[in-house]
């Protein structure tokens, strides 16, 4: 595994959202209510992108289908339709004065 810093912490700010793709992976860093997560960036439903999600008690809402997430364990906690894998959460890695991933 290899860390990859994504961003500097002294730019980060509740309402901060980041796409990152690194390798093969498509991640979003977002920061809500003080709370800094790393998610897949795209719905595991079918793909629509993450970027503009209604974020909320610590869930994220897909724009496209209004599926449900947690932020937390990434579980699916709501479907309007067929049922889809959980969302990938990341762990965070701190290095200095940056955040980044261990990939
Ligand atoms: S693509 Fe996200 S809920 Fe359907």
Sequence with gaps: MQY???EQLINLYDGYSRQFRVGSHSLMLLQHQ???????SHCPHRGHSLEHSLISN??????????VFSCDSG?????SAEPCADLTVYALTYESSAVGVML
Excluded: F, K, T, V
């Design 4 to 6: 990859y810093p994504l």
């Design 58 to 67: 610590d869930s994220i809402q897909c724009p496209l289908h209004a599926y």
């Design 34 to 40: 003080g709370r800094l997560r790393l998610l897949q």
């Design 75 to 79: 579980e699916l906690l709501h479907a």
